[in-house]
């Protein structure tokens, strides 16, 4: 029996984090896949001189820890531009354009990997730019993506663990917390790893499926 001063109290924290945590990382995941698809199509469509300015700030995005990326932008926000942001609100801003980074990656790659005579094809059958990508490229490239695109989302959230440099009360912040108050971090460390273990287990089975389901297509 696992001896603890844990109360019904601080597992419900536990689960508020939780929620916390699977909220940020949806509506970050979910914008930053939409500006990501965005820039990759541009990126993989005028090449790499005309995307220099793009792919310059997808770089930093990239290279710069997330950690002072939160830390910078929340300070910018509230000190400089002196206005009344939540840290919820930075915090998916920044984890929005951090997942719409790789996510432009993943989307260039997969497009590059359609190939280029199934496009030629298409056009020379009378599609517009737009049906070509509607219809041929970008279905074919999603199946190249997925999976990158799976194990980025498992990494947004993880990585959300982070934000509580923004007072946002994730799951990590949560079991911190009750580590200061109960002393007990090697069970609260271990609950929280079950707690980020129940959250991911199902997306990951969840993409390995529609990846098997859409290979056997």
């Known amino acids: 029996m696992i001896d603890t001063a844990m109360t019904a109290k601080d597992f419900w924290m536990l689960v508020q984090g939780a929620g916390m945590t699977l909220l940020v990382t949806a509506i970050s995941v979910a914008i930053g896949t939409?500006?990501?698809v965005i820039c990759g199509i541009f990126r993989f469509q005028v090449g790499p001189w005309w995307a220099a300015p793009v792919t310059f700030v997808l770089d930093v995005c990239r290279s710069v820890p997330l950690l002072i990326q939160l830390s910078l932008a929340f300070a910018f926000v509230t000190a400089v531009l002196k206005?009344?942001?939540s840290g919820f609100s930075v915090a998916c801003g920044v984890l929005s354009l951090y997942t719409a980074a790789y996510c432009a990656e993943i989307v260039r790659?997969?497009?590059?990997a359609v190939p280029a005579n199934t496009r030629r094809g298409a056009r020379s059958l009378g599609?517009?730019?737009a049906q070509d990508m509607r219809y041929i490229a970008l279905p074919l490239a999603s199946r190249v993506a997925l999976p990158s695109w799976i194990g980025l989302s498992l990494g947004v959230m993880k990585d959300s663990a982070l934000i509580y440099v923004v007072n946002v009360s994730e799951l990590m912040k949560s079991t911190k917390d009750l580590i200061t108050r109960l002393q007990e971090p090697l069970f609260l460390l271990l609950l929280?790893?079950?707690f980020y273990f129940v959250i991911s287990f199902p997306i990951a089975r969840f993409g390995a499926y529609l990846e098997k389901r859409w290979s056997n297509d």
């Open 127 to 129: 599609l517009s730019w």
């Open 192 to 194: 929280c790893g079950v």
């Open 83 to 85: 206005l009344r942001v």
């Open 109 to 112: 790659g997969a497009l590059e």
């Open 34 to 36: 939409v500006i990501g």
